[in-house]
């Protein structure tokens, strides 16, 4: 169980992130959707302290983090709980496709190397990528980097994985292998929180749609209730324009 | 104009060579000293310790901004006056520790800049697989900062080399004494110190070499 509680972020006066409540189910598969700079990304860069909330409380399992009193080994035990896909991989420059897997489970997890390398052999195979074990990233197209992105977030068997836009920098012929291994990470009720603006994925693999905008939560629901009869004018209007 | 001297020359290259070992060994001594030192201050200078950044920012201004040789004297010639355990130091370290805080004070600002050349998103990686600063430091972005710095780097190692030659003012026989002691028995000043020179030149022609193939191993990772 994850539970949020009036999170917020501001950037001088600009507000964010403007108190946002959300609590997700383990198990649950969550996209938010909505208008660039609605605080969709900031919501999960805040849920893992890349960008630190001015205010609020985040909990997960039994693990409370509170902005105000927030100390560094809160904001470890935190991001050990959780993992993060980028929208630009941000795989490890200096390591090769399966140490980027293996570096975590080796110096955060302490799992013995021998181990570590198991696992990330399994993961190779697993995302079809095997054959890359020792290719740097530099050596890989978009749509491999995005799936070992996938693969290293997957090897942390964390309580909750976010998804910051994961195919929005991916050339159109990479997008559907990465939409891909997102269903198949779905499949297995990993609780997920998704940024996406790929509204066909949302509606399939989605417990729950979250509308943001001006950053709050406008609407959320099922994924056919929002699609299908949203019922604030914003998201209809969204909804209108990307389709 | 008299014709060059060449037996000379040719006998003198042995006995030159004899001291190559001591002016790569300080060379090589007070690299790793001033990488070390560099390594940590500019760590120092982006994290930025309160106080210990001022201290250090003070070392690198007055390192970069006076000339070696006078740090040299003033260290060999000067401190022991004043630090009385200082007194028994012998010029080839007192040579050694000159070269390694001149040379760490450069170091330091072309290290801090390639940390700060490091991607930014390749931290927030580190960060989000639950790393500490320190691993994130030591294990992704030093290692790629290393590569970006290496050609310097380089470059700094070959101007320490030179460098050594200076230790001769502290009355250290090393290439440049050995030679200056060989040219005052022969007068021949020219044919000697052509020879030192070439020898010095040699040197650093193999390094460049050397620097090539360090390159092309830490470059590795780019490769596509």
């Not at chain 1, 630009?88 to 955060?108: D, G, H, P, Q």
């Not at chain 1, 297995?188 to 979250?210: G, P």
């Not at chain 2, 190692?157 to 060989?182: R, W």
Request: with cysteine; aromatic share 8%.
């Amino acid at each position: 169980m994850i539970s949020i509680h009036g999170l917020t972020k501001r950037y001088g006066t600009n507000t964010v992130l403007d108190a946002i409540d959300l609590d997700i189910a383990a198990g649950e598969r969550v996209a938010i959707i909505g208008p660039s700079g609605t605080g969709k990304s900031t919501l999960l860069r805040c849920l893992n302290y890349l960008d630190r909330p001015d205010s609020g409380v985040i909990r997960i399992g039994n693990l409370t983090v509170d902005a105000a009193t927030a100390r560094p080994a809160d904001i470890l035990a935190l991001r050990r709980r959780t993992a993060f896909v980028f929208q630009n991989y941000s795989l490890f420059a200096n390591k090769t496709a399966r140490e980027n897997i293996t570096e975590a489970l080796i110096t955060v997890q302490r799992k013995p190397r021998a181990e570590a390398e198991a696992r990330a052999d399994a993961i190779l195979r697993e995302i079809g990528l095997a054959d890359k074990a020792g290719a740097y990233p530099a050596a890989l197209s978009g749509g491999q980097q995005q799936r070992i992105g996938i693969g290293r977030a997957m090897a942390l068997d964390a309580s909750l994985m976010l998804f910051d836009e994961p195919t929005s920098a991916l050339d159109p012929e990479w997008v559907g292998e990465v939409l891909d291994l997102m269903r198949r990470v779905a499949e297995r009720r990993q609780t997920m929180l998704i940024v996406t603006h790929e509204m066909q994925f949302a509606r399939e693999i989605a417990d729950r749609v979250i509308f943001m905008d001006g950053g709050r939560i406008v609407e959320q629901g099922p994924p056919t209730q929002i699609f299908d009869s949203p019922q604030d004018k914003r998201t209809e209007s969204f909804l209108r324009r990307v389709r | 104009m008299r014709a060059l001297d060449l037996d000379y020359m040719l006998g003198l290259v042995p006995v030159i060579l004899g001291y190559v070992p001591l002016t790569i060994g300080m060379a090589l001594a007070a690299m790793v000293g001033a990488l070390m030192l560099a390594s940590l201050m500019a760590v120092e200078r982006v994290v930025r310790v309160p106080v210990l950044d001022q201290f250090v920012q003070l070392f690198i201004s007055f390192f970069r901004g006076t000339p070696l040789l006078v740090q040299l004297f003033l260290f060999y010639y000067g401190l022991p006056q004043v630090l009385p355990v200082l007194a028994g130091i012998d010029g080839v370290t007192a040579a050694i520790i000159g070269l390694t805080l001149h040379f760490s004070a450069y170091m330091a600002e072309s290290i801090r800049a390639a940390i700060l050349g490091v991607d930014r998103s390749q931290w927030e990686a580190a960060q989000a697989v639950g790393m500490t600063q320190t691993q994130s430091m030591r294990r992704i972005i030093l290692p790629q900062a290393a590569r970006i710095a290496a050609p310097t780097l380089v470059n700094y190692f070959i101007d320490m080399i030179k460098s050594t030659s200076l230790a001769f003012t502290l009355g250290v026989t090393e290439m440049m004494g050995a030679t200056q002691k060989e040219a005052a028995g022969s007068f021949l000043y020219f044919e000697a110190f052509l020879v030192v020179a070439v020898l010095y030149w040699a040197i650093v022609e193999m390094l460049s070499f050397l620097q090539k193939r360090l390159e092309l191993r830490l470059n590795k990772a780019l490769v596509r």
